[in-house]
């Protein structure tokens, strides 16, 4: 049976399937997640913020645990969309604000304007440009050695 899960600060709704993830529901609302790992729960790209129900997901589990300790915005209500299964209703989602570095080439194209929106690492979920900020060719230098991170971390955990 479906399970109702209210989106903020989009103020949307989306049922989600009992034991289906969060992340199938932000995606059913077209919502841009990058799944930087495909959901396997190594990176912060699908970190949300439970304000209410989280007992009604499954429990967090121990590569949920590692993951979260990089993530520089986590917190006690925070919760990974991949992992976090549905097992009852009353689930209300924050759904953080902010474009994460996936492909420097798109990246290229912003410098001399400004940021739409903020600029996150997709590992920790560092804020590496605010909103309504300039983009300059020096933040795509540390972009890019940004990118070097991701594909070394990636190789890592895949590794391990």
Known sequence: MPKTVKLDPINEKVDILTNDNLLSGLLAKDLNVWKECDGRGMCSTCHVFITDGMESLS???????????????AGKC???ACQARFIGDGVV??????????????????????????????ITGALLVEKDKLVTRTMITQLKDTQVEVAEYMAKVQDA
Request: cysteine-free.
């Open 78 to 80: 925070s919760r990974l």
């Open 93 to 122: 989602v924050e759904v953080p604000s902010g474009m994460y570095v996936n492909e420097i080439d798109n990246i290229e194209d912003l410098i001399g304007s400004r940021a739409k929106d903020n600029i996150l690492h997709p």
């Open 59 to 73: 429990p967090v589990n121990r590569r949920e645990i590692r993951t979260m300790e990089v993530i520089t915005t």
